[in-house]
Nanobody
Framework: QVQLVESGGALVQVGGSLRLSCAAS????????MGWFRQAPGKEREFVAA????????RYVGSLKGRFTIARDNAGNTMYLQMDSLKPEDTAVYYC???????????????????WGQGTQVTVSS
């Protein structure tokens, strides 16, 4: 099995920054691809970004590219999401997810990720 643990969520003011972390353990051979999703109250869970185990291949939802940066550490077991210029609409629970394969056609689909963390709350106040 794979365990994913997120951290770093907090209350931050508009324009501020946060860095989320997600630590993977267990069968990390099954976490070649790691991604971030978020879910705001009353809304569906949406894709934010994904990165492969090398850290070289990334994918972002278009509206967030430039403000958010995804990365993995050298060992590949910890993923980060640097969030800058935060806006109130970024308020959500942020989830870490993992899957064993990179498929460009399904990388944004929550249903294609096999493993999930418990989520971390990000609140951006104005």
């Amino acid at each position: 099995q794979v365990q994913l643990v997120e951290s770093g969520g907090a209350l931050v003011q508009v324009g501020g920054s946060l860095r989320l972390s997600c630590a993977a353990s267990g069968r990390t051979s099954r976490t070649d691809v790691m991604g971030w999703f978020r879910q705001a109250p009353g809304k569906e869970r949406e894709f934010v970004a994904a990165v492969d185990w090398t850290g070289q291949n990334t994918r972002y939802v278009g509206s967030l590219k430039g403000r958010f940066t995804i990365a993995r550490d050298n060992a590949g077991n910890t993923m980060y999401l640097q969030m800058d210029s935060l806006k109130p609409e970024d308020t959500a629970v942020y989830y870490c997810a993992a899957r064993p394969d990179w498929s460009i056609g399904t990388i944004t689909m929550a249903g294609k990720y096999a493993y999930w963390g418990q989520g971390t709350q990000v609140t951006v106040s104005s």
